[in-house]
């Protein structure tokens, strides 16, 4: 029987950040007993969120899907499968809906979970902006699920087409937003259409891919002279490029821009901004903003002393400018970082830890094509860089969040495991 008194800390949220967080605290307070993790997430599994992209091109190995069940029972946490709906910060307690099954069964009822710290970490969710026909007729890639619907309704286009060898037609697919998401999205989408066609669909190749963005440039977040180079990539994949076309209406096969445009799309991704969910705006009085964000301060806490936020769901101040800390996985791997020291030495009756925000850049990879980037550091100021060598840095930051997971040594075996893997697995996911 557990003792009553251990601190209980409630992570909501199994994303980069609340994932790392709760490995983390498992480790240094879960082992000894000193407190109580519980990590609650609508999935039973986890993939870090900017390889979405690959798991809807069907790309993406299938080891790099992590079960919470049994990371929590090696890092001495607890996992609870089930989607936060309401707080009660008086009671000091959440509630977690109930989980039903595709039949619509119910396998877990409504509950109730106490907490004397809880940490928000639920990431974000595409903003649609209310522009109609959006949430009816676009498909989004802000889940693990969300991601697999978009990649079973990709073969299953990919299939008709090769059924139907003698449509000129080809498959449609139009990208709304030309982030980071949208361009690697595209990459990837065509690096697929050229494997389909060595395994023997070879209409596959007759695809039309399309990114449609409301600003003149892609990619705001790296400098001008990268942004040029990865549009003149894209155009060399034959990617059709739409700038400074703002989005005013989605059909169920189209397109409508605000020039009048009209692009026949049969399927739309949706990727032009974020927010957090909207369940958050009227959350027991905790502050948001005008995107839905928990307003934190520079120790990561809302207005509510036993609550933190971190992540793309956390208005964080950035130090030295006028705007919030960027949405990037830097910063929830930072954050999760500098939430677990404030939250020991919590414990242990000392001070929270100011969190600084770090940017070292922004790196794009277009699959097999390029990587492009910029590092940035105190030293050398913002450099550019592709190739080979930006390739490298950005697998490290994916290295980075699994050792902060799995360790080093775990990490090694699974970074060589994939390695014999892919020598025997398909390139491809058609299933």
């Known amino acids: 029987m557990k003792n009553n008194t251990v601190h209980k800390i409630v992570i909501v949220g199994g994303g980069a950040s609340g994932l790392e967080l709760a490995t983390h605290l498992g480790r240094k307070l879960g082992k000894s007993g ?97 522009i109609k026909g959006v949430d009816e007729h676009c498909l989004f890639l802000d889940t693990t699920s969300q991601a697999f619907k978009f990649q079973k309704q990709l073969v299953e286009s990919y299939i008709k087409n090769h059924a139907h060898k003698n449509s000129d037609k080809p498959l449609s697919i139009a990208i709304v937003g030309a982030g980071a998401t949208g361009v690697e999205l595209s990459a990837e989408l065509h690096e697929v259409t050229k494997l389909l066609a060595v395994y023997g669909l070879e209409e596959s190749s007759n695809v039309k891919l399309t990114i449609i963005e409301a600003a003149d440039r892609l990619l705001p977040a790296l400098p001008t002279n990268l942004a040029i180079a990865t549009a003149q990539q894209l155009i060399k994949l034959d990617i059709d490029l739409k700038l400074g076309r703002r989005v005013v209406e989605v059909s169920d096969d189209a397109i409508l821009t605000h020039d009048g445009e009209i692009i026949e799309a049969q399927m739309k991704v949706w990727a032009a901004g974020i927010k957090a969910p909207d369940w958050l705006k009227n959350l027991d009085g905790l502050n948001t903003n005008n995107i839905n964000q928990l307003i934190v301060d520079s120790s990561l806490k809302t207005n509510d002393d036993a609550i933190f936020a971190m992540g793309d769901c956390a208005a964080c101040p950035w130090q030295g400018h006028d705007e919030n800390v960027p949405p990037r996985a830097q910063a929830a791997h930072q954050q999760a970082t500098t939430l677990a020291k404030s939250l020991i030495n919590r414990l242990n009756g000392g001070k929270l830890v100011e969190y600084t925000y770090q940017d070292y850049g922004s790196l794009v990879s277009l699959g097999n094509y390029t990587t492009v980037g910029n590092l940035m550091g105190n030293l050398m100021g913002s450099v550019s860089i592709g190739g080979f060598i930006a390739k490298i840095v950005y697998l490290s930051l994916y290295k980075m969040h699994q050792i902060a997971i799995h360790g080093y040594f775990r990490t090694a075996m699974l970074t060589l495991s994939n390695l014999f893997r892919r020598t025997a697995h398909a390139k491809i996911k058609m299933h």
């Open 34 to 130: 000193k407190a109580e993790i519980t990590l609650i997430d609508a999935s039973s599994t986890h993939i870090w969120k900017p390889l979405l992209h690959e798991v809807a091109a069907g790309t993406l190995d299938a080891a790099e899907e992590i079960e919470y069940l049994a990371q929590a029972h090696r890092n001495h946490f607890r996992f609870c499968l089930g989607r936060m709906e309401g707080l009660n910060r008086q009671a000091k307690e959440i509630v977690v809906s109930s989980t039903v099954n595709d039949a619509g069964e119910e396998l877990i009822p409504r509950r109730t979970f106490t907490y004397d710290t809880l940490v928000m970490a639920i990431g974000s969710v595409s903003n649609t902006f209310h």
